[in-house]
């Protein structure tokens, strides 16, 4: 779902336009952002750091 055509009931405004502090709520409600609360750039430097983590693991233990 969109809030792209929702009207808040507070201000009467398009939720999308975040007139008020019910409508930014909401928006930011509805527009999750990432994976478990994280951004998109934090789960790419997570999976790259957990890769690392694992390549010097195998390198340690004599890799493959």
Same mark, same amino acid.
């Given at each position: 779902?969109? $809030?792209?055509?929702?009207? $808040? #009931?507070?201000? #009467?405004?398009?939720?999308?336009?975040?007139? $008020?502090?019910? $409508?930014? #709520?909401?928006?930011?409600?509805?527009?999750?952002?990432?994976?478990?609360?994280?951004?998109?750039? #934090?789960?790419?430097?997570?999976?790259?750091?957990?890769?690392?983590? @694992? @390549?010097?693991?195998?390198?340690?233990?004599?890799?493959?």
């Amino acid at each position: 779902m969109s $809030c792209q055509h929702l009207v $808040c #009931a507070q201000c #009467a405004h398009p939720v999308i336009e975040g007139r $008020c502090s019910l $409508c930014r #709520a909401n928006r930011e409600r509805m527009h999750g952002h990432g994976f478990a609360g994280l951004s998109p750039a #934090a789960l790419v430097v997570t999976l790259l750091v957990v890769l690392l983590f @694992a @390549a010097l693991a195998l390198r340690h233990l004599g890799g493959l």
